[in-house]
């Protein structure tokens, strides 16, 4: 979860007078491509280069924080916790007369779950979606232009609370049953939370479009959540991809290099795999909201919650989470960060800072001294890439891969087996086990999202799925149909289960009366495939397509050395089955328009790293240095502007650590407006004919340096929060 607590304080300045400057819009702000979360007043350093800030909170300050970000030019938002918040007035009665803490999330040992004090995690009862929305419509009175309701959590090791009791009796017509007595216990504990939590945000949605008729507005809820793949990891259960059938209209995927660097197992290794594990995270939630008309945001954190990382882990890690996102060009929206003023105005380790060796507590601890305010180039990195992911809406998508068509099928339910009875494997490795040997060989393989296959063109851009039940259990078999009308159309369907899943057991649609009385899940896929619930371990011919069935465990499969090994092998047989040239390759590269997006992986004995030759500027570069050769070791994340793919048909900026509107050719050169975050470097790289003589920047003189080979020019100022006029001649 992103921490509120910002280690600076909110700055108390108003909000400023207009810009002195007159400048145009950038037409590319209504589409909302880019955004940020605070709970800060609007201060000079933190005007950032994005078209949305998201006021945080609905407490008594919330409409002056509106007031000041919408005066500096922000489309403003509202993003308030759902399943937290100093939401006090509803537990002890002041919103409707009664005591609702009771309601808080408890453990089997009766400890209540709290984020701090009395702000606890709350099992939603029938009046908590009423509280919250009362919170939301006065916010949009206020002026918020959307609505982001953050982090619907109940933690699997719940489901002990009197509220929560009350909810079972209510839903199942029997006595509560505790959930670590038994699999079905367990498992139906979990459905039940993650339904409280889809009522719950279904009472806001409703309200908020009930106010939208009376009013003629047209504001949108959006749901800030963790991946699928993190919620499980974290045994976190939540509504996730049920919440667009319940009115969201979208949400923030919120990885960052806190969930990514969560570790797993791999060729029975385990370790962090930042840039791995955030592909996975993006692609779940891009899985989410395929085939739909919810809109997804992308988050990147520059730090994270824990301040005990010194800064240059911090850039190693974000840079890995920034290239992981853009490998899903489906997506182009961004939220650039969460809590601006904690990256910029805090403080934190530097790099080569050693810990205090005395224990504390579980976390590292540091000097005051070691502790240092944002590095300059890195900050200046940091603009220059939000700036950049404006533009990431682009129609030219090319890949330099291994094989593509190859899906993995994720349900919900992954969230429901994690804590209890008999939970499934601690690193996810029902999940990991399969992802990572595709990834780590340059195969970009994509979650697909059991609960969204509703006809068979939702698997038209697949020719290979991979797919077990170990770890999750579809929640109904309406997905069997749509697999099986594919399998038969010529797709080849990779099962990797050994059915000794403890959870085939519980009671539901698979063994019920009338059901098909089917041993699992599997049986019944199965039979719907055509090849019958007996159907022995082996490949399958099914219609025009083909089922090949390893009879494994994949989370044993990621703890042994040669797993991976063997999980391609089976890839590559489908592919043959369904004729796909199989391929390997050490690297991901994805042009993206004039955006190059790449990243090293995993090179087999002998095999040479990939080399980019070109000419490129260097967008994780503070000075944007150009570059004719990267080359991609098994650690190389890359974002690169590829300048042969750049019209040259006038002058141009083309990166910027800064905002820029009104971009002008005159003559041979250019003017621009630029505005920035105060206290940040701004370094500009231009696309011009030929050398120019001199720059100005408001007025002032500006050093230029030129690079003739690139014919591009780089510049470097203060960056202002109000817009300079910036003029190369």
């Known amino acids: 979860m992103i921490a509120r607590t910002c280690i600076a304080v909110a700055s108390v300045l108003g909000a400023l007078a207009a810009p002195a400057l007159a400048q145009t819009p950038d037409p590319r702000q209504g589409e909302e491509r880019t955004s940020f979360q605070t709970h800060a007043n609007w201060d000079p350093g933190l005007q950032l280069p994005a078209d949305v800030a998201m006021v945080y909170g609905i407490d008594a300050r919330m409409p002056e924080r509106i007031r000041q970000w919408k005066a500096r030019g922000y489309i403003v938002h509202l993003m308030t916790g759902v399943a937290w918040g100093e939401y006090q007035d509803y537990l002890y009665g002041h919103f409707d007369g009664k005591n609702h803490v009771d309601e808080a999330q408890t453990d089997r040992h009766g400890k209540v779950i709290s984020h701090g004090g009395d702000v606890y995690y709350m099992s939603p009862g029938p009046e908590y979606g009423k509280y919250l929305a009362q919170g939301v419509l006065r916010a949009i009175d206020a002026g918020a232009e959307g609505i982001h309701l953050e982090e619907p959590e109940f933690w699997a090791r719940a489901g002990y609370s009197e509220g929560f009791k009350r909810a079972w009796r209510a839903r199942y017509k029997e006595d509560w049953t505790p959930p670590h007595e038994s699999a079905d216990a367990q498992y139906k504990t979990s459905l039940l939370k993650y339904v409280l939590y889809r009522d719950a945000l279904k009472q806001v949605f409703d309200a908020v479009k009930e106010h939208n008729e009376k009013t003629g507005k047209n504001v949108k809820c959006y749901v800030p959540t963790h991946s699928l793949v993190n919620y499980a990891l974290w045994n976190i259960v939540s509504p996730e991809s049920s919440l667009l059938t319940v009115g969201a209209d979208g949400f923030i995927a919120q990885v960052w290099t ?75 929206r961004f939220e650039v960060v969460p809590w601006p003023e904690r990256v910029f105005h805090g403080r934190y380790p530097k790099v080569g800072a050693k810990p205090d060796p005395t224990p504390f507590g579980r976390r590292r601890r540091f000097a005051d001294s070691d502790r240092v305010a944002i590095p300059p180039d890195y900050a200046t990195e940091l603009v220059g890439v939000m700036n950049a992911l404006n533009d990431m809406k682009q129609s030219e998508i090319s890949w330099d891969s291994g094989v593509r068509g190859v899906g993995l099928v994720v349900s919900d339910a992954l969230m429901f087996q994690r804590e209890g009875f008999k939970p499934s494997d601690s690193h996810l490795g029902n999940f990991f ?297």
């Open 258 to 332: 806190g969930t990514a660097r969560s570790k797993n197992f791999y060729e029975g290794k385990e370790a962090e795999r930042t840039f791995q594990t955030a592909f996975f995270e993006y692609g779940a939630m891009t899985a989410a909201t395929r085939g739909s008309d919810g809109r997804v945001w992308f988050l990147h954190d520059p730090i994270e919650d824990d301040p005990n990382h010194d800064w240059g882990d911090y850039q190693t890690n974000w840079r890995c989470t920034v290239v992981g996102s853009l490998f899903w060009p489906e997506t182009s």
């Open 433 to 729: 086990g399969l992802a990572l040997p595709c990834i780590q060989r340059g195969i970009p393989a994509e979650p697909v999202q059991l609960e969204n296959l509703r006809d068979v063109k939702d698997l038209a851009r697949y020719k290979v799925l991979l797919m077990t039940y170990e770890g999750m259990k579809p929640m109904t078999n309406a997905a069997d149909a749509v697999i099986a009308d594919w399998v038969k159309a010529g797709g080849v369907l990779l099962f990797v289960d050994d059915d000794q899943d403890p959870y085939n057991a519980i009671r539901s649609w698979w063994n019920a009366p009338g059901g098909g009385d089917f041993a699992n899940p599997r049986q019944a896929l199965f039979d719907a495939l055509g090849v019958g619930r007996d159907a022995e371990p082996g490949a399958h011919a099914v219609g025009s397509g083909s089922l090949i069935w390893a009879e494994a465990s994949p989370a044993a499969l990621s703890r042994r050395a040669d797993g991976a090994t063997e999980v391609r092998k089976l890839i590559e047989q489908a592919c043959a089955a369904a004729k796909v040239e199989y391929e390997e390759t050490n690297h991901l590269t994805l042009h993206r328009g004039p955006y190059v997006i790449a990243a090293g992986l995993e090179s087999r004995p002998g095999e040479s790293p990939h080399v980019l030759s070109g000419r490129f500027v260097d967008l994780f570069d503070g000075r944007l240095k150009v570059r004719d050769k990267v080359e991609l070791g098994p650690d190389a994340r890359v974002l690169l502007i590829d300048l042969d793919r750049v019209p040259t048909d006038r002058p141009r900026v083309l990166a910027a650590a800064c905002r820029v509107t009104d971009e002008t050719p005159e003559g041979g050169g250019l003017s621009f407006f630029a505005q920035g975050p105060k206290g940040v470097t701004a370094s500009v790289r231009v696309l011009l004919p030929r050398a120019p003589k001199a720059a100005t920047v408001a007025g002032e003189s500006a050093k230029l340096s030129w690079d003739e080979a690139s014919k591009t020019a780089l510049l470097r100022f203060p960056n202002s929060a109000d817009p300079v006029k910036v003029t190369i001649e």
